[in-house]
Structures are given as structure tokens and as C-alpha cells.
């Protein structure tokens, strides 16, 4: 016989328990936001991150103090007296730079490694010959990329499409009857195929060891869409672009308009004030001009962001009559430039020593002071009180306004599919001079948001500090004063797809 089922007390709190514990699932679940178009791939997210890291033009024109080696000189020119790529690792990696890019062959033509595609190579150079004799290294890339690893830096390779050695269009006096006279097959109606050549070069680039047998790791690949010639030369993109994802699937590819990232339009380092991660062109296509590629365009057909490059000097390459930028136009460079949601790339040249010279240095340390000093004040904690207009499916542990706070990239602030616009404050426990902000997207879902404002509660009620237009990975404003406030809010005025915000800071004291 089945005696009926009965509970005690204890039993029906536990059931109750249970029971409003799956309502409460129920009554939150809310399914998370959708992307928005276009997003990010992983490796794209990976090279927002970075930031900030430094070119590094080094070559034959540092020792004929030129900038695109139209003398065309016999490799013997290549002469540093004291090469230390360990230097420029570690002064990069003191200066809180995220990585270097080397030009491994410049529009000069001559490779800074040892390759099987052309004679015009530093290792036929008296340089290169005397420390192999020496049992030493004399392939500069390889050297460059060992210091990289070394000292926990990544290692990116420029490597110039534009190759006068080897353009019809340039003369080279210096190089005829040697064994650096080539045939002349850049450009679409010579006889050979300068595409099998570059693509040659690229490969050896890409599947370089080190000493110990271990792969380089290629962060970026920059190839340059510069040229000074007439000479009309197609470039196979796509197969450019299929060396790299075979043998480096993790580096960016950068051009004039991608793959992976673009030119911001200047060699300035900064953007204008609106910049849209996206562009709707391939590098097949006609190119922007520099105004359309710093705005970017907003929803456009591919994840394309910008890289502002810039230089500490002058020129890119070493020339003993310039001095180095101070670190004020640094700091003004980089809030125009990683404070609009831009990386930067500085160059920073080796002299004919074959080192970064010690007053460029101190600039980088210096700047590197003044960026510390102005970042780390940051004001907003985990736990500080925070409200906001609303919370997605009402879970605030999934998508409430302290997240924002966590320093986690991967939680945020959201708000349900229908609302394109909200707000949420911070209340800072007390009274704090504040003088700037830093505000980031959630970007993995894609860039939504058109428009934004920062308050304050001055004088007792809410006052605009900013008003932005586009956020993206990362927004540094900054105010021409500091105000005294107890209280934050950040609204989204405009965005087209419910907004998330993954990071939201003031800076003061």
C-alpha cells in the first residue's frame, strides 16, 4: 500500500525556497545581447588591447641619411658599430611600449635578413660578413625578434611593397655590372612577376626560427602602400593575405584599408573626435582618402580599426641633425590618438650605432612618467553605490551598472533590446576633484553608440562635463578644469543597437 506523500515544515521553507529560486530564473532570464554587424575577431580584440607600441625604421637610409634609399647603395653602407636589438627591447618594454615593429625591407629594396630572393641583402655586406666570421648572428630580423621575446614584447615586421631595387622607373648608377644588378620587375608590364617575389619574401618572413629552433610569433605585418614612382604594380593581395593566416594565424594584417587594420590617414599620430572601428573596403578596392579613412564609417562592411603612426623625430629613419619630440607632444599625441580609440605606433629609429639613442630614450621614460602619473589616479572602486535607468531582464548580476567597476573585459552594462538609450550613476562616497574619464564599449558585440555625455552633481544637481559623439574600445576625455563632485552618470543619448558598457573611470583625487 502507498502511504500519500507529506512534508514537514522544514521541507515546505525548502520547497518555497527551491520554488522562488527557479521563478526568480525564470522572471530574469534574458537571453544575452546579440552582436551588432560587424565585430571583432579574437586576434583583433587581442591588438586593441596593445595600445601602444613602437616602429622601428632601421636600414641602409640610416647610414645615408635619406628616407626611401634612392641612392641605392651596395649593402657594404650598412654599418652599425654596436648593434644591440636588446637595447631597443628593453628600452621599448621600460617605456611601457606593447611591442615593436621592425622594416625588414624598406621602399629601398635591401632585406635585413637572410633571404634566398635577392642578392640585395645586408648579409653581402662587410658588416654582416665580419661578425658571421665572428660566429655571430648578422640576421637582424631574427636578432630583433630573439630581444622581442626576450623581454616580453610582441614583434611585428614592416615589410615595404614598393621596391625600388627592383622598379624600372628608379635609376640605380651604383648597382650596375655588380651583383646587385637585378632584373628590373616591379610593375604590371614588366617581364617577370614582382608578386612571386614579395610573396617569396613574406613567406621567409613568416616561418623564421630563432637560434633555438622555435618560431618568431608575427603580432602585425604592415605593409606599406606607399610609393614615388609611376610604375604601375598590382599587388595579389589575397595571396599576401593567405601567407600570413597559413603561417601566422594570429597577426594582424595591416594596410592603407586592412585586412585587419587601416591607416588612420596621417602620419601625425591622432584622429579626429568621431572614429568608427569600421570601413566598407578591402584593400582591392579604390582607397579613401585620409579625411574618410579617420572617420572610419559607422555600420560599415568589415571590423577595419585604425593604427595612428607617428615619429619621435623628424624623420622615420635616424638623422643626426634631429631631436626627439618632448614628452607634452607624446602625451598630447596619445590622448588624440589611444584616447580616441586608436592605436599608436611611435618610431622611434636606431643611429648608425645601431642603437636607440640615449636622449630618445629618456623622452620614452619621461612620457612614459607623465602617462602613470595622469592614468593612475583612478578614483571609481568595486562596491562604490551605482544606479542605473534600467538592467536587462532586471539581472544585475549579469548586466548591472557595477560592472562597469570590476575591471573584468568581459562583463558589462546593458540594458533590454528595445532601449537604445539609458543611463546609470556612480556615487563616490565622498567629495573628489575630477578631471577626466575613461569610458569603454563593450566591442565584441560591436560598436553601437553614436552619442554620450558625462554629469556631475555640482552645486547639488547634475551638470554636463562631456559630450561624445562615438566611444568604441576605449574614450579618454578630459576636462579644461577639474570640478568637485560626489556623483557620476554617463548617458547614452544615441546608439543603434541597445548600448553596453564594459568600463567606466574618472581620474582626480
Known amino acids: 500500500m502507498t502511504r500519500p506523500w507529506t512534508a514537514s515544515g522544514s521541507q515546505l521553507a525548502s520547497l518555497l525556497v527551491s520554488f522562488t529560486c527557479w521563478l526568480s530564473t525564470v522572471v530574469y532570464a534574458q537571453a544575452p545581447p546579440a552582436p551588432y554587424l560587424r565585430t571583432p575577431t579574437s586576434q583583433q580584440l587581442e591588438w586593441h588591447r596593445l595600445e601602444y607600441y613602437a616602429f622601428v625604421h632601421f636600414g641602409p637610409n640610416t647610414f645615408t641619411n635619406e628616407e626611401w634609399g634612392v641612392s641605392q647603395s651596395t649593402p657594404d653602407v650598412f654599418n652599425p658599430t ?5 637595447q631597443w627591447a ?16 624598406h621602399h629601398d629594396g635591401m632585406a635585413l635578413w637572410s633571404t634566398n630572393s635577392t642578392t640585395y641583402q645586408i648579409s653581402n655586406g662587410k658588416w654582416a660578413k665580419d661578425r658571421v666570421s665572428q660566429g655571430l648572428s648578422a640576421d637582424v630580423v631574427q636578432l630583433a625578434a630573439a630581444s622581442a621575446k626576450k623581454y616580453g614584447i610582441k614583434f611585428g615586421i614592416y615589410l615595404s611593397p614598393w621596391d625600388i631595387h627592383r622598379d624600372p622607373a628608379m635609376p640605380k648608377p651604383n648597382l650596375t655590372s655588380t651583383i646587385y644588378d637585378e632584373p628590373q620587375i616591379f610593375g604590371d608590364d614588366t617581364p617577370g612577376d614582382y608578386n612571386e617575389l614579395y610573396a617569396q619574401q613574406l613567406t621567409e618572413l613568416v616561418t623564421m626560427q630563432l ?7 608575427v603580432s ?7 610609393s614615388g614612382s609611376d610604375t604601375v604594380q598590382t599587388f595579389n593581395w589575397t595571396d599576401f593575405r593567405n601567407i600570413i593566416r597559413e603561417y601566422q594565424p594570429n597577426a594582424i594584417m595591416w594596410g592603407h584599408q586592412g585586412v585587419d587594420a587601416r591607416w588612420v590617414g596621417n602620419e601625425d599620430g591622432v584622429t579626429v573626435v568621431t572614429n568608427w572601428h569600421c570601413i566598407s573596403r578591402t584593400q582591392d578596392e579604390t582607397h579613401y582618402s585620409g579625411e574618410e579613412l579617420q572617420t572610419g564609417v559607422r555600420d560599415g562592411t568589415y571590423w577595419t580599426p585604425a593604427e595612428a603612426d607617428a615619429r619621435i623625430r623628424d624623420g ?4 643626426p641633425t634631429e631631436k626627439p619630440k618632448t614628452a607634452d607632444a607624446l602625451m598630447s599625441m596619445y590622448l588624440q590618438s589611444v584616447g580616441r580609440s586608436v592605436n599608436l605606433l611611435l618610431d622611434v629609429p636606431p643611429d648608425t650605432t645601431g642603437q636607440i639613442v640615449q636622449g630618445d630614450v629618456d623622452v620614452l621614460l619621461q612620457f612614459k612618467a607623465q602617462r602613470d602619473a595622469f592614468l593612475n589616479r583612478t578614483l571609481l572602486t568595486p562596491g562604490l553605490g551605482t544606479n542605473a535607468s534600467s538592467v536587462r531582464g532586471g539581472n544585475s548580476t549579469l548586466y548591472g551598472p557595477a560592472n562597469v567597476l570590476d575591471g573584468d573585459i568581459n562583463t558589462f ?8 538609450t539609458g543611463w546609470f550613476e556612480i556615487d563616490l562616497g565622498g567629495t573628489y576633484s575630477v578631471d577626466a574619464f575613461i569610458t569603454q564599449e563593450h566591442i565584441a558585440l560591436g560598436q553601437r553608440i553614436g552619442g554620450y555625455t558625462i554629469d556631475g552633481v555640482v552645486d547639488g544637481a547634475y551638470k554636463t562635463l562631456i559630450t561624445g559623439t562615438s566611444l568604441g574600445y576605449k574614450r579618454i576625455d578630459r576636462l579644461s578644469a577639474p570640478i568637485e563632485t560626489s556623483k557620476l552618470r554617463l548617458r547614452v543619448t544615441q546608439a543603434n543597437a541597445t548600448p553596453l558598457i564594459n568600463s567606466f573611470q574618472a581620474l582626480g583625487e
Open 413 to 420: 552594462w546593458a540594458i533590454n533590446d528595445e532601449e537604445t
Open 316 to 319: 622615420w629613419f635616424y638623422h
Open 90 to 105: 628593453k628600452s621599448f618594454a621600460d617605456a611601457g611600449m606593447a611591442g615593436m615593429i621592425l622594416t625588414a625591407k
Open 220 to 226: 602585425e605585418l604592415w605593409l606599406d602602400g606607399n
Open 211 to 217: 637560434d633555438d629552433g622555435s618560431p618568431i610569433e
Open 82 to 86: 654596436t648593434l644591440d636589438t636588446d
